[in-house]
């Protein structure tokens, strides 16, 4: 995985939060949309190690946030 996988939903606030820090700050990423995708969904689940909140984000270098605040996405993705 080259880029940043946002596991999201529309509705969601932390999810729209988080898609628009990293816009923010021109970080790509890819949106996945777990309402509209099973497979997403479980896989979200299963990188999250089974809890179902939302937004899960796969980091390039293998570390999940889940539910990161602005301060830890900051920090994930600039350290």
């Not at 940043?4 to 939060?17: E, F, M, S």
């Not at 996945?32 to 937004?55: F, H, S």
């Amino acid at each position: 995985m080259s880029e940043i996988v946002l596991y999201g939903a529309n509705w969601c606030g932390d999810c729209r939060r988080a898609k628009a820090w990293l816009r923010e700050h021109e970080v790509p990423f890819t949106d996945v949309d777990v309402e509209q995708d099973d497979a997403a969904r479980d896989r979200a689940i299963e990188l999250a190690g089974g809890r179902k909140n939302i937004p899960v984000i796969a980091l390039p270098d293998g570390r999940v946030l889940v539910e990161p605040t602005d301060t830890e996405l900051a920090a994930a993705v600039q350290g």
